[in-house]
Every structure is written in C-alpha cells, then in structure tokens.
C-alpha cells in the first residue's frame, strides 16, 4: 500500500478514536482524511494489502491496534442513536408548520459521540430575514412541548444551538484559527437530513467544497425513511399562511421586534461568551451559534499531538 494512504487512514482513525468510533471500510472511504482520490474499487484493494500495525481489522472494524474494545461501545450506541433521532423526528414535525424554517438537520456527529445522557443538537437554516422570529418561535414551541434543553434537563432533549439563513451557508469564516478546523470538516459532512423539502443540504455542501480538500469523497447522505420528516397539506397551508402575513416591510418589523425582545435577554446573560473574539457564540443576522462550550479546539489539540 502507498505510504500516503496509509497516513490517510491512520489520521483518520485516530480522529474518530477521540470518539471511540471505529469505521467500517465503506465508513474509512466515505471519511478519508486528506487521502488520494481514488475509486471504490481502487480504495478497497489498497485496504486488503494494508501492512500498518498501528491498524487492526476485526469484526468488520477498522481501528487503532489495542481499540478492538471500541466495537462494543459502537454497537451500544446505535440504540441511543435510534433513540435520540426519534425525538429529533417529533420535534421536525412541530417544526414544518413554523414560516421560514428550510431545513432542519440533526449535526454535532450524533451517531459518532452520542451517549445515553446525551442532548439532540439540531441545526436549523432559515429564510434571509427572517432569523430572529423563526428562532423566537421555534424555541417557544419547543418549551411549550417540554423537549428543549435547560441546565437543569439535557438528557434526550432538543438543543437549539445553531441557526443559519439560507443565503449564507459557506461557513469557512467560523473555522478555529489552528487550520485545518477538523471537527467542523466532519460537521458538515456528518449533518442528517430530517426535514428539507427544499434540498438545503446539497447546498451546503456546494458551498463548503473547502471542506473537501479535507474530506474528499463526494458521498451523499442516505437518511432512513423512518427518520425524515415531510410537509403535508396542513404544514404547508399554516407555513404559507404566515409567510405571506410576514412578507416585506410589515415582516421585517415583527422580525425586528423578535431580534429586540431576544437581544435584550442575551445581554443580560452575564456569563455568556458573546464578547469574546472566536466563533464559539455567534450572534448576528445570518447566524446564530451558541456553543458555549465549543470543544474544537480541544479535538484539533488531541488529533495533532496523536498524529504527531
């Protein structure tokens, strides 16, 4: 095998390790670190000639040698996973109905870190202009359903971390400084469609191709017919209702009065990172992130020293 898709494998390995995650060869294909372009079928045969001790093969796994007790974790969390996606699917349902939603995508690599006491973090892409009362009602509809994540309750609970307008989806500005910002590769390639009638996700990708200068297999996400969610007649009725009633000047104020009432709450929150000059919280009129306890950093640090 060629020294360089060694490499590329290995790397990739030791990111998804932090995780205790390992891949199965169609997995190691699709997440390929930086490795060359090469054909299913060119991949595959380079795989079976792999001569690399810090990688075991066992029980259809790619891993670290020594990780074999990963496989065990993995299976386990496919129930946690299948668990926590039929929470996200309810909440798509709620959601459909609420003007100016797009798309709405379960992210922060549910299936590769989740654990039992997990939250549900969501990504939400909304119409241009309108980010502020969709957020408003958003969050409100999902108190009112007692599926929102608090301090107090996370466990199996929706997060509402992250939103974005559909006209700016290339997030290569809210990279961490130390390049490459890995994490966030493997965020957009690992984001999980569950409701998108207007295809936002191939978007994203288009506008993320600096992502594959990382991640380089052009795969498409297969999301489970059990998982996705689709407007019907009612949803689409309600939906269109309001954004005809919030259209031009007399939306932009109910927008505004939104953006206001939700402004004023954030500044007094005074333990918030809002202030500080990264990407962790983003408050603006294209994106809102609060990840308050952005981990990219940490991730970046452990993948660099691993492979080192």
């Known amino acids: 095998m060629d020294n360089a898709l060694s490499q590329s494998i290995y790397h990739t390995l030791v990111y998804f390790d932090l995780f205790s995650y390992p891949l199965t060869r169609e997995e190691l294909y699709q997440y390929l670190w930086e490795g060359p372009k090469l054909s299913y079928a060119e991949f595959f045969k380079a795989l079976e000639q792999l001569d690399d001790d810090r990688i075991v093969f066992s029980e259809g796994y790619y891993m670290l040698a020594g990780k074999q007790a990963h496989i065990t974790v993995r299976r386990k969390r496919q129930w946690f996973v299948a668990k926590k996606m039929k929470i996200a699917k309810k909440a798509a349902k709620l959601y459909r109905y609420i003007p100016f939603v797009q798309a709405v995508y379960v992210c922060n690599q549910i299936q590769i870190g989740v654990d039992k006491d997990s939250d549900i973090?969501?990504?939400?892409?909304?119409?241009?202009?309108?980010?502020?009362?969709?957020?408003?009602?958003?969050?409100?509809?999902?108190?009112?359903?007692?599926?929102?994540?608090?301090?107090?309750?996370?466990?199996?609970?929706?997060?509402?971390?992250?939103?974005?307008?559909?006209?700016?989806?290339?997030?290569?500005?809210?990279?961490?400084?130390?390049?490459?910002?890995?994490?966030?590769?493997?965020?957009?390639?690992?984001?999980i469609p569950i409701y998108d009638p207007h295809h936002v996700y191939r978007r994203i990708q288009l506008e993320n191709t600096w992502a594959d200068a990382h991640v380089r297999s052009k795969y498409e996400v297969h999301v489970s017919k059990e998982w996705f969610v689709k407007d019907h007649r009612m949803s689409k009725i309600v939906k269109r209702f309001f954004e005809i009633a919030w259209k031009g000047a007399y939306g932009d104020m109910v927008n505004n009065l939104a953006k206001g009432l939700q402004d004023t709450k954030m500044k007094k929150n005074r333990k918030s990172i809002q202030y500080e000059a990264d990407s962790r919280v983003i408050i603006s009129d294209n994106i809102l992130k609060f990840h308050e306890n952005d981990r990219r950093k940490l991730f970046q640090k452990l993948w660099q020293e691993a492979v080192a």
């Open 121 to 191: 973090d969501v990504f939400i892409v909304v119409k241009q202009g309108r980010i502020w009362i969709t957020r408003f009602l958003v969050t409100m509809i999902t108190a009112l359903r007692g599926i929102r994540r608090s301090n107090k309750k996370t466990t199996d609970r929706i997060c509402l971390s992250f939103y974005g307008v559909d006209t700016a989806l290339n997030f290569s500005a809210i990279r961490i400084d130390s390049s490459p910002d890995i994490y966030l590769a493997y965020w957009l390639k690992t984001l």
